[in-house]
């Protein structure tokens, strides 16, 4: 009955893979998992058509390399803020981890909350657990083949709904749906949307706990940040063996484990609990819920499988605060202030300066050397801004251009070139200079920028 | 590449698929001596520790057969294979030919309109000047410098002083065609004194050494000078040192200088001659490139000279001032 689960009697390196058929669970922490599974799935859907300014709010606009996340307007040049959101999620993730062990597993992950969809579509056509079952191994009907095409129509509108939104990130969504709509999608939209389409629809319909149990490398490394502390989903073996059922256990002394094997019905990944922990398993916690109802049931106290930890099963005290919690929550902290500073203080403004390599410096009149620059400035604000181009740094300095201030347009990029002079009376060599760019109309959108200035050598 | 070497590589391309295949089939197969049914990969580290058997979906060991697959097909669209160029008939030279062609026709559309214009009206086209001033960076600048003003031994573009004259059409056959300018080295014939001579006489024609300050000795120099200059000199720049644009000979009467205005500098070329090259760019750039450009100087030319059209009369030497420490030894 249960094929997975058992090994089968031949066994090489690799096996064909048995589809593991999860029974519904009802309970706290499945009603958790839908609260986290609609606002998740609510948040991805929905951000991409939320306005701002009169534009879209979260747009990742890749040909013209702007990233706009509300009023900010991200640039490349800004990738180190994308750097630091990956070590807050990284720190997250060990953070939660130590402390709870895989709750990204068992409630965030994207794999399990639109798998966590498919399989309530897929129960929606096809019945529950037992029904599946016979489905597949029944011949085909006319209610098999239109159970399993209602199925396949249910996901793959599903799965291309999911491309669809992914690819509203990076392209305006409205302009997007409407061309779905007409068939006027560009070719590159269209590769995406069907490759990430297909690729929801094979995840989270085909693969499901194969990719936590094959793919995914932060399965195998969160037992890293495990210890004895940590949270896991586990089977008070002590309470509940030795197993057996009432009926039979009726002249026996047995444990208040009943050996329903609902535990194991449940599981998304096909594992038996009672094993102990095992790196299969993505805390998910339909077991607790299954367990529960079954101990209400017989009469039984719950937490026969609980989230529990080692050292309390081993009859030690529980303990949450561990040097490894404190230290990735300062890190965590640390990283998030850090980023949250970054964020408030981001001028949105950059400068390259760049001297002109051929020329080393021109002699002109009054005793005086000249050196060229081309000044790259990025008005990343939504604003048009004039700059002021200025020197310092450097004894009698001064800036030369045809212009004296600098209009760029919002969100542009110009080149102006600059022509610095400087007495060359007593300076020789390479010497240091600052380029100051600044905004006429915000004293805050001020940049200086490093630059050499070339005398003559000696 | 020659044929054994072609073979060679050929062969090890191919004995490494074979040996991706050999691995896949040879590491699928459990190890253990009791055969089937076994519990452990039978790998044992430590003395006692081993590792359970959890076997892979079989469709993972079909991932590897396809992308073994896809090698194969590869191998055969493409070259990889000694000196078999692949069916398709790709090279990375004609692919970035093709994209050149492709962006070049991009751009003759995009400036369709401006095949019409004369060269004076592009050049105060603010759409053709944006495109023009990026032709400029990429194909100008490393020598003529960002801002047009060049440097020692590249013509300042907006000076309004043109070696080869400076109307639109002129400055567009320099552009398409190139130039080649030779200033001959005279320290040999003139040997130093002569030299030196030669150099007093050219400081006066730009207003240096003013008479004023002039010794007996240097107004015998420069005398000296203004005999060789008749004779040898006038020939290119002309009697009165003015130049002569036709042949792209320099006037040494005004405070230009390409080679440097210095002393030294200007010794220098007297002494050792002077060779200048513009490259020709109508085959590097096409016809449609070089008038974007050709407009583009003169739009920069005008642009540090207003009121001036561009190859108009150069105006009178200010003369460079001459300080103490620039007189001849």
């Known amino acids: 009955m249960i094929a997975s689960i058992e090994p089968a009697a031949e066994q090489g390196l690799y096996a064909s893979h048995q589809k593991v058929y999860s029974r519904e669970v009802s309970g706290y922490y499945a009603r958790l998992r839908v609260a986290a599974v609609a606002a998740l799935l609510g948040l991805f859907y929905g951000v991409p058509w939320l306005r701002w300014d009169g534009r879209q709010a979260v747009l990742f606009d890749l040909p013209a390399r702007h990233f706009r996340v509300w009023g900010i307007t991200f640039f490349p040049q800004d990738f180190i803020l994308l750097t630091a959101l990956l070590v807050i999620a990284a720190l997250s993730l060990f953070f939660f981890t130590a402390l709870a062990g895989r709750l990204w597993c068992g409630y965030a992950c994207p794999q399990t909350v639109w798998t966590e969809i498919y399989v309530w579509m897929e129960r929606l056509t096809e019945g529950g657990r037992q029904r599946q079952i016979k489905l597949d191994r029944g011949r085909w009907s006319t209610e098999k083949v239109l159970r399993k095409t209602a199925k396949q129509a249910l996901w793959i509108t599903f799965s291309f709904l999911t491309g669809l939104t992914f690819v509203g990130y990076f392209s305006p969504i409205e302009r997007l749906v409407a061309g779905a709509a007409t068939l006027h999608l560009g070719s590159w939209e269209t590769f995406w949307v069907v490759f990430y389409s297909f690729a929801t629809y094979g995840n989270a319909g085909y693969l499901r706990e194969q990719v936590c149990k094959y793919m995914c490398p932060y399965a195998r490394f969160q037992s890293a940040m495990f210890d004895r502390h940590t949270l896991i989903i586990s089977y008070d073996a002590p309470r509940g063996e030795p197993r057996g059922s009432l009926r039979h256990g009726k002249n026996r002394r047995l444990g208040d484990c009943v050996d329903c094997t609902l535990c194991v019905q449940v599981c998304p990944t096909g594992i038996d609990i009672r094993k102990g922990l095992q790196y299969e398993c993505i805390a998910c916690a339909a077991c607790i819920d299954a367990c529960d109802g079954v101990m209400d049931k017989v009469g039984r106290s719950r937490g026969l499988i609980r989230y529990s930890t080692q050292a309390e099963m081993d009859g030690r005290p529980k303990q949450f605060l561990r040097p490894r919690v404190i230290v990735y929550a300062a890190l965590l902290l640390t990283a998030i202030g850090g980023f949250t500073a970054a964020i408030a203080l981001r001028v949105p403004v950059n400068v390259d300066v760049i001297r002109d390599r051929n020329t080393l410096y021109r002699v002109i009149d009054g005793g005086r050397l000249e050196n060229v620059y081309s000044v790259r400035i990025i008005n990343k604000d939504r604003k048009r801004h004039e700059f002021r181009i200025d020197v310092t740094g450097l004894p009698g300095a001064s800036v030369d251009s045809d212009r004296a201030a600098q209009e760029v347009g919002p969100e542009d990029v110009k080149t102006v070139v600059i022509r610095v002079r400087a007495p060359s009376a007593e300076a020789r060599g390479a010497q240091h200079l600052l380029v100051v760019t600044q905004a006429l109309d915000a004293p805050r959108l001020r940049v200086a920028t490093p630059a050499t200035f070339l005398f003559k050598a000696s | ?329």
């Open chain 2, 1 to 329: 590449m020659s044929p054994a070497v072609a073979f060679l590589i050929g062969a090890v391309v191919l004995a490494n698929i074979a040996g991706a295949l050999w691995l896949i089939w040879w590491t699928a197969r459990s190890k253990d001596p009791a055969g089937a049914g076994a519990q452990t990969t039978t790998h044992v580290w430590d003395d006692d520790l081993t590792e359970y058997n959890n076997p892979l979906p079989r469709w993972w060991l079909w991932l590897f057969i396809l992308t073994i697959l896809f090698g194969l097909g590869y191998l055969l669209l493409y070259p990889g294979l000694g000196t078999f160029g692949g069916l398709l008939h790709w090279s990375s030279i004609s692919q970035y030919q093709a994209e050149k062609e492709t962006a070049g026709q991009a751009l003759e559309d995009r400036l369709a309109g401006i095949k019409t214009e004369s060269l004076v009206q592009l050049s105060h086209d603010p759409r053709a000047m944006a495109t023009a001033r990026n032709l400029f960076a990429l194909n100008c600048s490393t020598c003529h410098g960002s801002d047009a003003r060049g440097a020692k031994g590249f013509p300042n573009l907006t000076d309004g002083d043109w070696l080869w004259g400076g109307d639109a059409n002129t400055i567009y056959q320099t552009i398409a065609h190139g130039r080649d300018n030779a200033m001959p080295a005279w320290g040999g014939a003139l040997g130093p004194d002569g030299v030196e001579n030669v150099l007093s006489y050219v400081l006066t024609l730009s207003g240096r050494l003013p008479e004023a300050s002039r010794t007996a000795g240097m107004t015998a120099q420069i005398e000296a000078g203004r005999g060789t200059f008749k004779t040898l000199c006038a020939a290119c720049h002309g009697p009165d040192g003015k130049g002569n644009p036709t042949i792209g000979a320099p006037n040494l009467t005004d405070s230009v200088w390409l080679h440097g205005g210095e002393i030294e500098d200007i010794r220098e070329t007297i002494t050792h001659g002077r060779l200048n090259h513009m490259p020709a760019h109508a085959e590097l750039l096409g016809e449609t490139k070089v008038r974007l450009l050709a407009a583009y100087v003169l739009n920069v030319s005008e642009a540090a000279n207003p009121g001036r059209a561009a190859g108009a009369a150069r105006p009178a030497s200010p003369g460079q001032p001459a300080p103490a420490a620039m007189s001849p030894r």
